[in-house]
């Protein structure tokens, strides 16, 4: 069963992650509390998704306990395989997302990680870019469902 695995906020850009148990996020301005936060807000820049799958493999490969939550995604997932589904839309508890694209690993997490083959393991591994299409809370636990295929 897909699920929200972990969440996380900044409140301001190039601060560390804080870990919560929910998140409100409103239609097209983002999550209520992080940096990317915005009346009128970009779709690329709502709400991001990574697996936690990819976080784990990558720590056991190279030896590292990193948390989740320092890969700098809003939600960490468990059981579903994100890079399938670009294009479609998403239902989150009661939240509906649409995916619009790819995250691509950053420099920035690199430089926060001190790791820097990130960019390499993480291409095409660094979860998902949505748009949020209801107003709702997310919280720990939540199913994670396609409602498009």
């Known amino acids: 069963m897909a699920e929200v695995f972990k969440l996380g906020i ?10 919560v148990n929910s998140i409100e996020v409103l239609v097209n301005k983002g999550i209520v509390g992080d940096r990317h936060f915005h009346e009128s807000n970009d779709p690329y820049n709502q709400l991001s998704l990574i697996e936690s799958e990819n976080i784990d493999d990558y720590n056991i490969k190279f030896g ?7 890969f700098r995604r809003n ?13 479609k839309k998403l239902k989150v508890g009661n939240v509906e997302l649409e ?3 790819l995250c691509r690993p950053c ?3 690199t430089e926060m990680l001190n790791q820097k083959n990130i960019l390499k393991e993480f291409m095409r591994k660094g979860g998902l ?3 949020i299409l209801s107003s709702s809370k997310i919280n720990i636990g939540d199913k994670i469902e396609v409602i498009n295929i």
């Open 107 to 109: 420099r920035h997490l």
């Open 64 to 70: 590292l306990n990193i948390p989740y939550i320092d």
């Open 75 to 87: 939600v960490v997932t468990k059981g579903i395989k994100l890079n399938d589904l670009i294009g």
């Open 10 to 19: 900044a409140a301001n850009n190039n601060q560390p992650i804080s870990e």
């Open 129 to 131: 870019r949505c748009q």
């Open 99 to 101: 995916v619009i694209e």
